[in-house]
């Protein structure tokens, strides 16, 4: 791609106006102008939007990733968009150069499929659980990893004719790993890049009502569909242990224990099973699919 065209896709639940209006004004202020931007209100009204900005009302709540693949299908429509970036609805680009800088990465590497934005609060701070590798220490250290976060990232759209889009099942929580498996194991790189920064406000997933029992299921999930058989109850065995040593409320792990047996329970297919190649080149990358 030697001029990537850069597609925006923002979801709200319609209770954020400002923090929408500021994204939305700071998306304007790019240096490189986005070539469409589609905001999804999902499952609720959209406030007044710009002229240039493509509104869309889902009837009911698909979750974060139905709601960005109904943003993905709008965008793909269109025709004219190579790299779609997916933005909370109350972040906040500080930099004009944000669009430029992440056209100039894709143009450059024809294998690039995921870009992972930093996270960062007013003060500059950025969040362990906003580092998508391991070693969390030095959130300035970019380089390639095996995930991504979902506030603020790129997505080639030749790698997501290729890989699909976003597991609709999950709804929310850990559909940035599903993804971003897929693409590892296809031959895509997935970049942590901290110099493209999305401000946010400092939260707790804990704030969502949901978050213990959709972890553990889609964890699950995530193991079922993705992982050889023999690391799954290596994953989940690993997995369940930090949990019983980080989870401090009995109600969230007793919500968690019940999203776990769901998982198990349930199914949510395809199951494709990475190659073993893909298994030791993340495991070179820092983060071996056990953990």
Sequence with gaps: MSHPRIGVAVLTMGNRPAELTELLDSVAAQRTPAQRVVVVGNGAPLPPLPEEVTGLELPENLGVAGGRNAALARLAAFGD?????DLDDDGLLISH???????????????????????????????????????????????????????GHALSARMLEQTGGWPDAFFYAHEETDLAWRALDAGWKVLYEPT????????????????????????????????????????????????????????????????????????????????????????????????
């Design 81 to 85: 968009v190579d790299v779609v970036v």
């Design 97 to 151: 150069d944000v669009f430029t800088r992440l056209a100039s990465l894709y143009a450059g590497d024809e294998r690039l499929g995921i870009v992972s934005f930093r996270i960062c609060d007013e003060r500059g701070l950025t969040q362990r659980r906003h580092v998508p590798r391991l070693r969390a220490g030095d959130p300035m250290r970019g380089g390639l990893v095996t995930t991504f976060l979902g506030g």
């Design 196 to 291: 493209l920064v999305l401000q946010h406000p400092w939260t707790s997933p804990t704030r969502h009502a949901v978050f213990h029992r959709m972890v553990a299921r889609n964890r699950v999930w995530l193991a079922k569909r993705h992982l050889p058989a023999l690391l799954v109850p290596a994953y989940l065995g690993a997995w369940t242990l930090l949990t019983l040593a980080r989870t401090r409320s009995w109600g969230g792990l007793r919500a968690w224990l019940g999203g776990f047996a769901e998982g198990v329970r349930t199914s949510c297919p395809p199951r494709r099973p990475m190659r073993w190649s893909t298994v030791w080149r993340m495991t070179r990358l820092g983060r071996p699919p056990v953990l």
